[in-house]
């Protein structure tokens, strides 16, 4: 049985700085092991669809929405099986809540993680 732990959410100001963290338990479980998939970060805002925010391939290759390009930055250490979401110059518009997946998803998700951003 896979499970994701997310950590690192919380209330920030304009302009401030957050990061996730999402660590893979159990991933031999899955057949297949954290550093052969791809991973992604999305989140879900109050009253809207969740989102693809990022995603990051086994080879290190990384994707982002348009919305957070040049703000986030999605990395993986495989040692840890851990993926991370850097988020920088946070905006209101990014108060959502955040959740970590393999790509595709493993058909649940985690409770994710609140970020809140305002003054």
């Known amino acids: 049985q896979v499970q994701l732990v997310e950590s690192g959410g919380g209330l920030v100001q304009p302009g401030g700085s957050l990061r996730l963290s999402c660590a893979a338990a159990?991933?031999?479980?899955?057949?297949?092991?954290?550093?052969?998939?791809?991973m992604g970060w999305y989140r879900q805002a109050p009253g809207k669809r969740r989102e693809w925010v990022a995603q990051?391939?086994?080879?290190?290759?990384?994707s982002y929405a348009a919305s957070v390009k040049g703000r986030f930055t999605i990395s993986r250490d495989n040692t840890k099986n851990t993926a991370h979401l850097q988020m920088n110059s946070l905006k209101p518009d990014d108060t959502a809540v955040y959740y970590c997946n393999r790509i595709p998803n493993f058909g649940f998700w985690g409770q994710g993680l609140q970020v809140t951003v305002s003054s």
């Open positions: 990051i391939l086994s080879s290190g290759t990384t």
């Open positions: 159990g991933s031999t479980a899955a057949g297949s092991t954290f550093s052969a998939w791809a």
